[in-house]
């Protein structure tokens, strides 16, 4: 993809915008960009720099999350709402062609990496509680005020902030949680790693040296260190990738959601709107919870990946109702008059909590407050739905889960705390 109209290549040290921005270390990657950590000269930050590949059609749909996230810092001057911010943007041209480049507020890793370092295993219910909460602000943000659907949430695409409150530590506000993979940790917890105003420092000096001798920027933030610890990091994150998001009167695409978080109005073409984003969200909370995605559907004998995810909901929610089955525009690729599918005979059904406690080990409690708090997210109707505004209501966000504390403090127990950690400097490793 290093090609003409592909991904631009990008060295350690490289500057943009006319030496606002030095390139630092690649911190990810999509279909049509590359993200980069970079420092921003005129500010003194760090700023995540994502750089659009360059052919026309990846240049027209970076204009489009531009407007997006335009309208996203518009309506939140304060920054509050959990929802990534656009700092700024501007075009580098290079060997494969001209790239949209976006300036993004530098955030840290993302939940996915988070569920995958805490070994799949599923984290304590009361930081599964605080991540909802910010995920449904700024959905609430979205939906409501704005009137944008993501169309595309996924652990991917939330990443961890810092939970410092800036007017008590300034300093420690700019941490930004990198997570350390677990080898080595014993006891399977997170190391949280984190940028320093140290750091910045150092990087500052280092772009001082170097103007003219952009090589030696490589050496910015080596010599890793433990600073100090910090016990008990909260947990707080935002939405990031717009790049699919959409105006509710204006829909992009008719096949929108990555597979596993896909609703199912979007598989039967029954036209989808924000409700489409709830189901994701309920889908990110149980693998939160549990470590493992919650449908993960796969094509077999007779049938195709479609009806598997089809029949994976219905055996978790029960039947889908006749009316909705029969009523999208792909209903007949699926479904039979009746309403059940065609491929797929025998469903072996299974409650949420019930599969909360015989598979995952929930307590009944723990299981029945979840499923109460989520099934009706995983409504079949869209409609039915509770939007964000409502699900900040719920009782279940609002309590804190004393029962998971109990089991913790329990040795033998499966069940790790992921907030244990240690301060580690990153950047340039
Ligand atoms: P794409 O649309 O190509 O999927 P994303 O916006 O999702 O691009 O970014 C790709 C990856 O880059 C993310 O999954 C994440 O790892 C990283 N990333 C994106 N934005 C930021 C940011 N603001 N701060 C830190 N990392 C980011
Ligand atoms: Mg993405």
Redesign the pocket.
């Known amino acids: 993809s290093y090609r003409k109209g592909g991904y631009h290549a990008v060295r350690v040290g490289d500057s943009f915008a006319g030496g606002r921005y030095i390139a630092q270390r690649k911190?990810?990657?999509?279909?049509?960009?590359t993200?980069w950590l970079a420092y921003d000269c005129r500010s003194s930050t760090y700023v995540?720099l994502?750089i659009q590949k360059s052919a026309p059609q990846f240049a027209q749909a970076a204009l489009h999350e531009i407007e997006v996230l335009s309208s996203v810092a518009d309506g939140d001057p304060s920054n509050s709402k959990y929802v990534?911010r656009l700092v700024d943007q501007f075009k580098h041209t290079g060997p494969n062609g001209q790239h949209l480049c976006m300036v993004?507020?530098?955030?840290?890793d993302?939940l996915l990496r988070l569920i995958k370092y805490n070994r799949y295993k599923g984290l304590d219910l009361n930081k599964v509680k605080k991540i909802c909460k910010c995920i449904l602000i700024g959905l609430d943000y979205l939906h409501r005020e704005l009137g944008i659907i993501h169309t595309d949430l996924k652990p991917?695409?939330i990443?961890l902030i810092s939970t410092i409150d800036p007017s008590k530590d300034p300093i420690k506000s700019d941490l930004v949680p990198i997570l350390e993979k677990p080898e080595g940790n014993p006891n399977g917890g997170i190391t949280i790693n984190i940028i320093e105003k140290k750091l910045k420092r150092r990087a500052r000096r280092a772009v001082a040296r170097i103007s003219g001798r952009q090589d030696s920027i490589g050496g910015v933030g080596r010599s890793p260190k433990v600073e100090r610890c910090l016990d008990g990091i909260d947990m707080r994150c935002k939405v990031?990738?717009f790049?699919n998001a959409c105006w509710e009167n204006k829909p992009l695409a008719e096949e929108i959601q990555t597979r596993q978080y896909r609703s199912p109005e979007v598989i039967l073409r029954s036209g989808y709107s924000f409700s489409a984003d709830m189901w994701s969200f309920a889908c990110i909370a149980i693998e939160l919870a549990t470590g493992e995605m919650m449908f993960s559907p796969k094509a077999g004998q007779g049938y195709t990946e479609d009806e598997d995810h089809l029949a994976l909901m219905m055996e978790l929610l029960g039947k889908m109702p006749r009316k909705i089955a029969i009523g999208g525009a792909s209903s007949k690729d699926y479904f039979d008059r009746h309403g059940d599918l065609k491929n797929i005979r025998r469903l072996k059904y299974c409650s949420l909590d019930r599969l909360l406690v015989n598979k995952y080990k929930f307590s009944d409690i723990d299981a029945r407050e979840l499923a109460e708090f989520l099934c009706p997210l995983l409504d079949f109707a869209p409609e039915k739905r509770p939007t964000a505004q409502q699900c900040l209501q719920h009782p279940w966000l609002n309590t804190m889960d004393v029962t998971q504390k109990a089991v913790k403090s329990e040795p033998n127990l499966q069940k790790v705390d992921v907030g244990m950690s240690k301060l580690q400097i990153k950047v340039g490793k």
Do not use: P, R
């Not at 993004?104 to 840290?108: A, H, I, M, T, V």
């Open positions: 911190l990810g990657w999509g279909e049509f960009s993200v995540a994502k990534v993004l507020e530098f955030l840290g993302s991917e695409n990443l990031v990738d790049g």
